[in-house]
């Protein structure tokens, strides 16, 4: 019942401020301004309440979600909606940076753009068409009324620092004409807007026009919506299609910067930009800056991971947006009253009064006891101010170490993983140079002896010719590593690379159960995808060594997107440390293991936009599973 109480009072107060002169009273006006000021320190409170427990919830939700299966929240792209009124050049500039930080931060499931006009994006959020948006702080304010969820950060940058204001209108006209000059010319004239639904560049100069008592819905001659991008409004007014145009603020000097027109092109009528500090000419109040914010379904640990990223874009001198918390914004709910807008919430003094009746006395009660206590609270939220300031700095650094050890362990993992490759390597030539050496002792005794027939020096010298060939290729793979060449990728039968595999450790044949379906093509590297195979293989047969009765079941299959090799064993049970040490650099569970096996496997299968899957099996053995995207014919691809 008492939800939203604050907001309704302060947009009342507000909306009593933006009323005609002839009901203004200097005494009133003191009272309801100490009042806003007291109204304005208890929304702070409850933000920084809000703050904590969002953060609490978050650390103790993290843990669990780690420990889930998150495979399923790749199932499909995390969706960003953008309200692109600035045209796609524009919006380029100003959140190319912030898309590149949210891909990195959600890698590898992939970033889905998906954009809105002011008219589409409410019913784009009521149908749950996005996760994350980013928008003007008045449609943000609608959205999540209307759909839940949370505005997290506001934009800023060079040209608007202050997040409380950064928002706003500009009322241009052709700059030759001499008889529009103030906003009480504007009345009889032609209008050009990009949307009757925008924040900027609608609602908040018709609410301005509202307050100086001018008749909106008569104002105008006629008005000409052009939709996006908003850039259609200088072409318009320039041209003299139309008198006048509402564009947001900024937009101008954009515009001039693109080298689309000239700076005297325009005029801006009521500039205020010389009053308010900004460097961009505006004829309204400023409001909070664009919005970004996070719907219900998005996940805690993604959530995190993406604000972090958004936050850590430093500022920058041209004019890209960087971000920062989200202040206590207010007006957006004024200005909808203001206009009488049917998603406005009802704040008269009648409708206040009546609606709670039945708690007046003890809110009042109440206002008096905080307004006492309010003063003590602002001394103490001062002083923790101060405190999160020193805090935040200390993170900042602390994040900044963070990221320069964690460069430093890239750097030595890579050098390690050389290393670890060597040594595959060399298990790996230990087979054709065994072969080479076999076939030779046993030729050069027989010619020794005079007795080499043909077929049977044919024969030796091809096993000594394929074998010289592996080694070759071996040697090859591993001098690329050292010196960074880049991978060739072909079209290759994961179920023939399989064979291939099983074959060359058929000495293990009594032990492995090959069930492979042919047709599951893949783009890789076949030697990597070999040595793949062939490590997981030889992990498995050493995991049954010790088995009464040893089996290890080698499988190839796909559905409509991957293909899989999956590679099971029967071996002896591990405990929960043993399993979770899998993995993991520098722990392994053989007696003279290294520990980098898997790692390295792994960190090929990334390369081949692949993935590695281990589950424990039941009563024993485990079971890995290697996924990577399917390369489909052109007739498969047509048939989905």
Not at 12 to 17: D, K, T, Y
Not at 294 to 312: G, H, N, W
Not at 486 to 506: G, I, S, W
Request: proline fraction near 4%; hydrophobic fraction near 45%.
């Amino acid at each position: 019942m008492f939800e939203g109480w604050d907001e309704k009072v302060s947009a009342f107060f507000l909306s009593w401020a933006l009323r005609p002169r002839k009901w203004q009273n200097p005494t009133i006006e003191r009272h309801i301004f100490s009042f806003r000021m007291v109204l304005s320190w208890l929304r702070k409170l409850r933000n920084v309440a809000v703050l904590f427990m969002v953060t609490i919830t978050l650390l103790v939700a993290w843990p669990a979600y780690a420990a889930s299966d998150v495979s399923r929240a790749h199932d499909r792209p995390l969706r960003l909606a953008i309200v692109n009124t600035y045209g796609q050049i524009l919006s380029n500039i100003y959140y190319g940076e912030s898309l590149k930080k949210i891909r990195a931060a959600i890698a590898p499931r992939p970033l889905e753009i998906r954009i809105y006009g002011p008219d589409t994006f409410l019913d784009a959020a009521r149908n749950d068409q996005f996760d994350m948006s980013i928008a003007s702080y008045g449609l943000t304010s609608i959205m999540l009324r209307q759909t839940g969820g949370a505005r997290v950060l506001t934009a800023v940058n060079k040209r608007f620092p202050n997040p409380y204001a950064g928002n706003g209108a500009a009322i241009i006209v052709r700059s030759d004409r001499q008889d529009i000059n103030t906003i009480e010319d504007l009345p009889n004239k032609s209008l050009a807007v990009m949307s009757i639904t925008a924040f900027a560049g609608w609602q908040v100069p018709m609410a301005e026009l509202t307050a100086l008592g001018i008749d909106v819905k008569r104002a105008f001659r006629d008005i000409r919506v052009t939709g996006e991008p908003m850039t259609q409004i200088l072409d318009l007014v320039h041209s003299g299609e139309a008198d006048v145009g509402f564009v947001v603020n900024c937009l101008l000097e954009d515009a001039h910067a693109l080298g689309k027109y000239k700076a005297d092109d325009f005029k801006v009528i009521g500039d205020r930009g010389a009053f308010s500090g900004s460097s961009c000419k505006h004829s309204t109040r400023l409001y909070p800056n664009w919005s970004f914010s996070i719907k219900p379904q998005m996940s805690p640990d993604e959530s995190k991971a993406v604000v972090m990223a958004l936050l850590s874009i430093p500022a920058s001198e041209d004019i890209s947006v960087n971000w920062t918390l989200t202040p206590d914004g207010t007006g957006a709910d004024a200005v909808f009253q203001q206009l009488n807008l049917p998603y406005a919430e009802a704040y008269g003094l009648r409708d206040l009064l009546l609606e709670y009746s039945g708690v007046a006395f003890g809110v009042l009660v109440a206002v008096l006891v905080l307004i006492v206590n309010i003063v003590v609270l602002t001394v103490a939220v001062r002083i923790r101010t101060k405190q999160t300031e020193k805090a935040l700095a200390a993170k900042m650094q602390s994040d900044l170490d963070a990221r320069r050890a964690a460069l430093k362990l890239r750097t030595m993992e890579k050098l390690s993983a050389v290393g670890t490759l060597s040594s595959m390597a060399a298990h790996e030539l230990k087979q054709p140079l065994t072969v080479v050496n076999n076939y030779a002792g046993s030729l050069r005794r027989r010619l020794m002896r005079s007795e080499v027939p043909r077929d049977v020096l044919i024969e030796a010298l091809t096993e000594i010719e394929e074998s010289g060939l592996r080694a070759a290729e071996v040697i090859d793979l591993v001098r690329g590593y050292a010196t960074n060449k880049e991978r060739t990728f072909v079209r290759t039968d994961l179920a023939m690379t399989a064979r291939h595999v099983l074959e060359r450790n058929r000495k293990y044949g009594h032990l492995i159960h090959p069930d492979f379906r042919l047709g599951t093509y893949v783009q890789a590297d076949t030697i990597e995808l070999e040595l793949v195979l062939t490590n997981l293989l030889k992990n498995a047969v050493a995991a049954v060594a010790d088995v009464e009765l040893p089996r290890v079941e080698f499988k190839v299959w796909r559905d409509e997107t991957y293909a899989y090799a999956s590679i099971a064993d029967n071996g002896k049970p591990l405990t929960d440390e043993q399993f979770a040490q899998i993995g993991q650099i520098g722990r392994t569970t053989k007696k003279n293991g290294m520990g980098m096996g898997l790692a390295i496997v792994k960190s090929l299968l990334e390369a081949h936009s692949g993935a590695l899957r281990i589950e424990r099996l039941e009563p024993c053995g485990i079971c890995c599973t290697v996924r990577l995207p399917l390369d489909l014919s052109e007739d498969e691809a047509q048939n989905q």
